[in-house]
T-cell receptor, first 114, second 112 residues
Framework: DTAVSQTPKYLVTQMGNDKSIKCEQN?????MYWYKQDSKKFLKIMFS???????INETVPNRFSPKSPDKAHLNLHINSLELGDSAVYFC?????????????FGEGSRLTVL | GDSVTQMEGPVTLSEEAFLTINCTYT??????LFWYVQYPGEGLQLLLK?????DKGSNKGFEATYRKETTSFHLEKGSVQVSDSAVYFC???????????FGKGTTLSVSS
């Protein structure tokens, strides 16, 4: 069983469209994250939820809206996609909001905006 | 602010060569330090960690020592294998409850 799973793995879409990426973890962790990895492999935190509550919200355009229906799921919805949104988006989880260094990552969702 | 600086890659080595990937950090307080590895097409995996000065983290033949005096956490392996080819990320957690901050990653390519 995959510990942190993301869908879809690949997403190709046109500028201006709206898309969602879903993430689920079966580790029983309390805290989940979205990271963005750009074409140069640089990783940056976007959001973090702890037990369905938003605890980290970095400087991200408000076209990005995370949602956590329960502590095992964290979804990312992106409105009005732009070329610069092309990246790999990684979901991750940690046992709790104190152990933020020990992350379990999904395999990533590669978003390409044309 | 807090940051991590890694040596630029790519690093290209022959099998059985010695590996060092340099990592230095800037942080207030006493951060925890981590190395993550990303194999092609996969997510990141925690490789090793150290939570206080002079701690040595080790795993799969890789080692790194937390040096507070030089604010460094260099990754080393005595004899690399082709299967070690990956991107390596140094990271810090400035304090409990803050998001992990990653370096820019160093690509390692090992040839037989």
């Amino acid at each position: 069983d995959t510990a942190v799973s993301q869908t879809p793995k690949y997403l190709v879409t046109q500028m201006g469209n709206d898309k969602s990426i879903k993430c689920e973890q079966n580790l029983g962790h309390d805290t989940m994250y979205w990271y963005k990895q750009d074409s140069k492999k640089f990783l940056k935190i976007m959001f973090s939820y702890n037990n369905k509550e938003l605890i980290i919200n970095e400087t991200v355009p408000n076209r990005f809206s995370p949602k956590s229906p329960d502590k095992a799921h964290l979804n990312l919805h992106i409105n009005s996609l732009e070329l610069g949104d092309s990246a790999v988006y990684f979901c991750a989880s940690s046992q709790n909001d104190r152990d933020t260094g020990e992350l379990f990552f999904g395999e990533g969702s590669r978003l390409t905006v044309l | 602010g807090d940051s991590v600086t890694q040596m630029e890659g790519p690093v290209t080595l022959s099998e059985e060569a010695f590996l060092t990937i340099n990592c230095t950090y800037t942080a207030t307080g006493y951060p925890s330090l981590f190395w993550y590895v990303q194999y092609p097409g996969e997510g990141l995996q925690l490789l090793l960690k150290a939570t206080k000065a002079d701690d040595k983290g080790s795993n799969k033949g890789f080692e790194a020592t937390y040096r507070k005096e030089t604010t460094s956490f260099h990754l080393e392996k005595g004899s690399v294998q082709v299967s070690d080819s990956a991107v390596y990320f140094c990271a810090l957690s400035a304090q409990a409850g803050t998001a992990l901050i990653f370096g820019k990653g160093t690509t390692l390519s090992v040839s037989s």
